[in-house]
């Protein structure tokens, strides 16, 4: 997964998979997303993303499986 932010327009760019997209839907009037043929998610922008997102800062943690 890629995440790009350009702060000229405060979008923020998420990439999922490198799938062509097959078709872009708007979720609301600052989010869409980009599938692939079958459905996929392959791509979502989010314009305003410090607004609508609350993308003041961003984080990532990956967690492990645990037998319960």
């Given at each position: 997964?890629?995440?790009?932010?350009?702060?000229?327009t405060d979008t923020a760019h998420m990439e999922f998979?490198?799938?062509?997209?097959y078709e872009t839907k708007e979720i609301s009037e600052n989010i869409y997303i980009d599938i692939d043929e079958k459905g996929n998610i392959v791509n979502m922008t989010i314009e305003h993303?410090?607004?609508n997102a609350g993308l003041w800062e961003f984080s990532y943690?990956?967690?492990?499986?645990q037998a319960v």
């Open positions: 997964m890629k995440v790009k932010y350009f702060s000229d998979t490198d799938k062509n997209v993303a410090k607004t943690q990956e967690m492990s499986h």
